[in-house]
């Protein structure tokens, strides 16, 4: 089992930004695919960005490339968002997620989930 637990929400103006922490707990946390989701009202939740376990390879939605970047420290356990020129567009609850070495429908499909972190961009 792992868990998950997001941190570094908050409220921020256009064009600020904000880093977000995903804390891991419970196994070993650097054979982890992890990656950030984010959910906002009224839609579905939506792919980020996502890093592999060494953290050389990255994928971003089209919609946040160039603004921000994921990034993993496996000795601290904790996966990060550098979430630059923030757009109202990027207000949302953002989640971290996890999968396993086995999972083969990642980032389609996670394993785990943290609890969600609020980010509110204002125009």
């Known amino acids: 089992q792992v868990q998950l637990v997001e941190s570094g929400g908050g409220l921020v103006q256009a064009g600020g930004s904000l880093r977000l922490s995903c804390e891991a707990s419970?196994?070993?946390?650097?054979?982890?695919?992890m990656g950030w989701f984010r959910q906002a009202p009224g839609k579905e939740r939506e792919f980020v960005a996502a890093i592999r376990t060494s953290g050389g390879v990255t994928s971003y939605a089209d919609s946040v490339k160039g603004r921000f970047t994921i990034s993993r420290d496996n000795a601290k356990n904790t996966v990060y968002l550098q979430m630059n020129s923030l757009k109202p567009e990027d207000t949302a609850i953002y989640y971290c997620?996890?999968?396993?070495?086995?999972?083969?429908?990642?980032?389609?499909?996670?394993?785990?989930w943290g609890q969600g972190t609020q980010v509110t961009v204002s125009s």
């Open positions: 419970g196994r070993i946390f650097s054979i982890y695919r």
């Open positions: 997620a996890s999968a396993r070495p086995q999972n083969t429908g990642w980032p389609g499909r996670a394993d785990y």
